[in-house]
DNA sequence: AGGTCGTGATACAGTGTTGTATCATTCTTG
DNA sequence: CAAGAATGATACAACACTGTATCACGACCT
């Protein structure tokens, strides 16, 4: 965000311009800062006053789902707890984030800032998936990658369900538990 | 593409062209039609001489690609085969078309050709699962929605355990079975 | 109530992309 | 080899988006 900035911003000003951001650049990444102010309910000039540039803006909606993200998967790292109560508590907070984090995953590949931050949040599942090999929840012969992947993907999908309506949010958590852990069969 | 050209398409060229538009497209969707044609190693005036605009392009290079999905898709559509053995025999032959395969998800949310032709291709994928829980492979309990967004998902991700080299093809296919009919588990 | 400050609206120039037209060059085909 | 056709290069106008500046309005605070 503009750091010299002359306004200050209103906090509910502030949330509009992200909230319609997040949606609209999950659809269309090229999506126009006058749709976005729009969709925001402010003027465009608003826009301006208080980030530099397009990619300004971008990036500073990347960070704050970052430090959303974080927050969540802070209030799960419990070292006490058992590998799998952690990975299951991680569905439960982190899905609700679909949109935030899909975000992330659109932009990384285009701001170096952000790939980096998602990467060091793939560190904290990189050590979560190690907890679960070590008790036996999931086995060495899968890659980490894979497995990283898999909860991702469950991430996303579970978001969508709830998104879509046809599962609850808790239905969604255990059903990617148990995807990843049991497959789908009878 | 443009119907009444009065020049006819080299096969080279529209190879060139199509491979260059899904590799860039894929990447970044806002990609200049300047860029794609540098890629293509042509000039941007072929590209218009062949595609009246960039809707066109895209257009064309959604049903191209469907038709390569719905060819990889036939090949497996033997009604006497285990359904088991059809699933596998997909992610074997659609895992290849990756990148294919993505940029319709991609586009599906912008074209609505795209979109219903892609629909289409789940209903296929729908039977397939229909097939599997008459065979019990997969429980009925889990919805179908979610079934069919987890194949999804795992082509996509073999796709790119292949690309990213730290798996085989047949190794992917493998993987992507166990993960969706058995789990992660040991 | 009055002053301050964030906001909306508008105008403007700069820029990159798009789509068309034209001509020279290269490739294909008979 | 020669004719025709596809392509490359370039110039051009139209267009949308961006970023800045300016002024009037309205919300918030004391």
Redesign the interface.
Known sequence: MKTSGKHVIRPATLEAIVDAAVRLLN????ASLSEIAIHAGIGRATLHRHFRDRNDLIRFIGTRCIEEMNAAVLAVDAPDKPAIERLRSMFVEVAPLGDRYNFLRLER??DEGVRQAYNTQLGWVDALVEDLRAQ????RE??V???T??ID?LVW?AW??VA?D??SAAEASE?AM?????????
Chains 1, 2 share one sequence.
């Open positions: 659809v269309n990444i090229g590949r285009r036996g929840e999931i086995s899968v890659p990658r894979w497995v992947a898999q993907q999908t969508q369900a879509e046809y599962l059903l148990r995807t990843l852990l049991n497959g789908l069969k009878d």
